[in-house]
């Protein structure tokens, strides 16, 4: 009888005790942003969140239209010192140009005497075309598959695809199960964005045209009985930066984003895509780089930025309106990688 009793004592404690210990396994379930402070930035997102996926609110979205636009590099993913599929594409024209049969040959030539610094001024438009000229495609990704899992930044000597900001792989967790389409968009070589990112659980799972990055031209040979890819020397209109991105909004998705995130003046023009959405309610983000400590100090928060580089005229709030929410990494994130900070190991996205 006593034991009975003890028994029922038991499983009633489980009971009342399974809520919370749920929420301990699962802390995603109870505060699904919680590596974001509670200011500005994660109060305008989960606003705008609650607003457009209610249904009796006026500035309710479909499903099927709610489209969100997230820069890469900077925005995802560290790119200080250099953006990773400019440093990948960097290592293989280094090792293009110490071919014999180029030397004497620009822009290889520029390559080997000037760090490629030249090169990515004077020729960006055959950058990533150059860098992977003549090699089959598969075999190519196989190539920049070895690259990305080894290359180790120089400062935090971590693979790069460790270098990841947790804050923002969470937020997209987080539109992801309210129902958003989430578009990845960078102005790296297409091959690279798509193979960067599926070392990422949380973007892995996203189908292949999620990803938006800057096309190589391609021919194609079917002498062996199947298609056997191969890159061209050149780029493919438009480059995805700046106006591109915009442009490429139209060409490569089809709808407007009533969310854009992004962290430079190569996505002013992403953001101003925004405006085009046939919908009230849309939302502008900004990441400031300003947390030296933990990642790089650069730009500054509350400064309006140049929208299109290259000392060309235009402000990014004169392009994209002056409502763009501001997000700051010492601010409002509480930690940034996942490897070597406190708390580091508390979440993954649920399954």
Not at 38 to 53: E, L, P, S
Not at 206 to 217: D, H, K, Q, S, Y
């Amino acid at each position: 009888m006593n034991g009975k009793f003890f028994v029922w004592i038991w499983l009633a404690g489980l009971i009342i005790l399974q809520p919370a210990l749920g929420c301990a396994r699962q802390v995603v379930s109870c505060d699904s942003l919680f590596l974001w402070r509670d200011g500005t930035a994660r109060q305008a997102i989960t606003g705008f969140v609650r607003k457009v996926t209610d249904p009796e609110d006026a500035a309710y979205v479909p499903p099927q239209d709610r489209i969100v636009t997230i820069d890469l590099d900077g925005t995802l993913v560290c790119e200080r010192p250099l953006p990773l599929g400019m440093l990948i594409a960097e290592t293989l024209l280094r090792e293009a140009a110490a071919a014999p049969q180029l030397q004497g040959r620009q822009p290889f030539d520029a390559a080997r005497q000037d760090g490629l610094k030249r090169m990515r001024r004077d020729h960006f438009e055959l950058f990533f075309g150059l860098s992977g000229a003549g090699f089959e495609e598969q075999a190519f990704r196989a190539r920049l598959q070895t690259l990305v899992r080894d290359q180790r930044h120089p400062r935090f000597d971590l693979p790069y695809r460790e270098l990841f900001y947790r804050p923002m792989l969470q937020l997209v967790d987080y539109l992801l199960r309210h129902d958003f389409i989430v578009y990845v968009l960078s102005g790296s070589d297409q091959t690279l964005v798509r193979l960067l990112c599926a070392e990422q659980p949380e973007l892995a799972a996203l189908p292949p045209v999620r990803f938006i990055g800057t096309l190589v031209a391609l021919d194609v040979d079917f002498a062996s009985g199947k298609p056997v890819y191969y890159r061209l020397a050149r780029e493919l209109e438009p480059v995805n930066l700046r106006r591109g991105k915009a442009l490429n909004i139209v060409y490569r998705i089809g709808q407007y984003p009533i969310l854009a995130i992004g962290n430079s003046d190569g996505d002013c023009a992403m953001l101003a895509a925004t405006h085009a959405a046939p919908y009230p309610a849309t939302l502008r983000l900004l990441l400031h780089h300003d947390d030296a400590e933990r990642e790089y100090a650069y730009g500054a928060a509350g400064k309006t930025i140049s929208c299109q580089g290259n000392g060309e005229a235009g402000l990014c709030r004169d392009l994209a309106g002056d409502d763009i929410v501001d997000i700051s990494m010492k601010r409002d994130f509480l930690q940034v990688f996942a490897t070597g900070e406190a708390g580091a190991a508390y979440w993954e996205p649920e399954k």
